[in-house]
């Protein structure tokens, strides 16, 4: 596997984790129990991933995010409380992907996931924040779970396919650039309705 590639699913798992933390990594180390993701011998230590005390853990708080992502103004709530956690889950996945003899990519990668997943947990919350003032549940819930599935198929595509895996990561960083785009235009209409001064 060459540095294009490392770099290409160390950007993309980072990205990942901005949204889906606890189902990136349970996803890993489902795949790798079930030697569906074979690794390269640098990448031996993402093997803690597969352990069933991490896996358990990762599933229970997978499971927790997926219900308190479902319900309106609690999956802001669940982002805020992620504001710090994600980025540094994100920023040791990526440690872990890289190679361990070169310290030097090592600290860029740390601090490359860390920023990937904190823009990316920025994005999510921000879309989720604007989405929750509409009054009907049924958007929130949609979106949510259309973050499961590309989590998933994206990760997925990210570890079978680490030529691809780079262009997964640029599309998911214009993504979240759109998001954040997007959240501050409809706050921004929220907000800048209510300062209208009333009619004369």
């Known amino acids: 596997m060459g540095v294009v590639e490392i770099i290409g699913i160390a950007g993309s798992v980072s990205l990942l984790a901005g949204w889906r933390l606890y189902l990136c990594i349970f996803a890993t180390g489902l795949a790798m129990r079930l030697d569906a993701l074979p690794l390269p011998e640098h990448l031996a230590s993402l093997d803690v991933l597969a352990n069933p005390w991490v896996m358990a853990i990762a599933a229970l708080a997978a499971v927790a ?33 890289v190679d361990p003899s070169d310290p030097a990519t090592q600290v860029i990668a740390f601090l ?11 994005g999510k919350a921000s879309a989720r924040g604007a989405i929750n003032t509409s009054p009907e549940p049924v958007s929130n819930m949609v979106v949510s779970t259309a973050e499961d599935v590309a989590t998933v198929g994206l990760l997925y595509l990210a570890y079978e396919f680490p030529l691809v895996a780079g262009g997964i990561a640029l599309a998911l960083l214009a993504l979240t ?8 235009r409809v706050i921004g209409l929220i907000f800048g309705r209510r300062k209208e001064p009333p009619p004369a």
């Open 65 to 97: 995010e997926f219900f308190a992502d479902k319900v309106m103004w609690l999956d802001s709530i669940w982002d805020g409380v992620h504001t710090f956690i994600r980025p540094v889950g994100g920023a040791l996945l990526a440690l872990a992907i």
């Open 177 to 184: 650039v759109w998001l954040l785009m997007v959240a501050r």
């Open 112 to 122: 490359l996931g860390g920023g990937a997943s904190f823009a990316a947990h920025a």
